[in-house]
């Protein structure tokens, strides 16, 4: 076997198991902006609201939302609020009806999540 394709198995075994350690310990949303455009934010399970804000910030380089929304297959809005106390986990757990997996199994769970306000992009780029 080449070199190449010697590294791109070990690569390839190596995502697979960071993303099934992933799973166990962070929930993993896909953020959507206004254009469409979607990025993956990870959060530790038992971490704050607030830090999924952080990350999101980190992330973004300086992307600072002011609210952060789900909305289920009706179209109801749930506000995800920066908040200290509340952990991920239980805003998952409280309102499953707004946080079902967007991708079929056996892919990891990710989840929809939105920023409210404006971006600077253009509404006809592509995702």
Do not use: H
Request: charged letters at 30%; hydrophobic letters at 35%.
């Amino acid at each position: 076997m080449a070199d190449d394709e010697v590294l791109m198995k070990k690569y390839n075994k190596k995502k697979g198991e960071f993303f099934g350690l992933t799973a166990n310990y962070q929930y993993i949303f896909e953020l959507t902006k206004c254009c469409g455009y979607g990025e993956w934010v990870a959060v530790y399970k038992d971490a704050p609201l607030s830090r999924l804000y952080d990350n999101i910030y980190l992330q973004f380089g300086g992307l600072k939302p002011d609210k952060l929304y789900a909305l289920n297959e009706s179209g109801e809005r749930l506000d995800i609020l920066c908040d200290e106390e509340y952990t991920v986990r239980k805003l998952i757990s409280d309102n499953s009806l707004f946080f079902r997996a967007i991708y079929p199994l056996p892919s990891s769970a990710v989840y929809c999540i939105y920023v409210d306000e404006p971006c600077n992009c253009s509404k006809d780029e592509s995702v």
